[in-house]
């Protein structure tokens, strides 16, 4: 069925290190994809989205790329600080009603 | 305007109780999805209501039934109880429209059933 996988933690990182996060999806049609982030405590927060093959989703500092032929949505930044420290989910919307999420991936980033 | 908000914050039950959790969607939107998040683990879809009906489902018995009322707010109710149930649980509301339609989530409910 139509589902997304993403690379599981937990990350430790030090602070100015690159981060990468592996989502891939499984899908019969395209669905749009979304990286959701949630701090210590809190519900989720959008962080970027995609809706179509080849756009790039992007918000402070972070990008992903929608990529057809790999069936991946990576998520990318390039110089992590603390604040970034979070749990990150992957998550697709295949039809019109739900977002089917990853297991969520931890984020430790180290002064 | 205001976000989507949720109450209680936290409780806690006892097996074989019944629980209320409460929504107030954001302005504008008239679409509310929940969804269950078990320590550890990623949301899984409740249901989604659209309009004061249930607009789908996901993998969960009757005992997890749902509302939602003109102002567009939304009720989870899930009755027997089970210590499984214990998670975190989110609301989320949307406007109506595309499958890319951002939807923005609660603080949520943090449920423990003992």
């Known amino acids: 069925g139509d589902s997304v996988t993403q690379m599981e933690g937990p990350v430790t990182l030090s602070e100015e290190a690159f981060l990468t996060i592996n989502c891939t999806y499984t899908?019969?049609?395209?669905?749009?994809l979304f990286w959701y982030v949630q701090y210590p405590g809190e519900g989720l927060q959008l962080l970027l989205k995609?809706?179509?093959?080849?756009d790039k989703g992007s918000n402070k500092g972070f990008e992903a790329t929608y990529r057809k032929e790999t069936t991946s949505f990576h998520l990318e930044k390039g110089s992590v600080q603390v604040s970034d420290s979070a749990v990150y989910f992957c998550?697709?919307?295949?039809?019109?009603?739900?977002?089917?999420f990853g297991a969520g991936t931890t984020v430790t980033v180290r002064a | 305007e205001t976000g989507v908000t949720q109450s209680p914050t936290h409780l806690i039950k006892t097996r074989g109780q019944q629980v209320t959790l409460r929504c107030s969607s954001q302005s504008g939107h008239n679409t509310v999805s929940w969804y269950q998040q078990a320590l550890g683990q990623g949301p899984q879809f409740i249901f989604q209501?659209?309009?004061?009906?249930?607009?789908g489902r996901g993998n969960f018995p009757p005992r997890f039934s749902g509302l939602q009322f003109p102002n567009y707010s939304s009720e989870l109710n899930v009755n027997a109880l089970e210590l499984d149930d214990s998670a975190l649980y989110l609301c989320?509301?949307?406007?109506?429209?595309?499958?890319?339609?951002?939807?923005?989530f609660g603080q949520g409910t943090r449920l423990t059933v003992v």
């Open positions: 998550a697709g919307k295949f039809n019109d009603y739900k977002l089917s």
């Open positions: 899908a019969t049609g395209y669905p749009s």
């Open positions: 209501y659209y309009r004061e009906e249930e607009n």
């Open positions: 989320a509301s949307s406007a109506s429209g595309p499958p890319n339609t951002e939807a923005f």
């Open positions: 995609a809706t179509k093959a080849d």
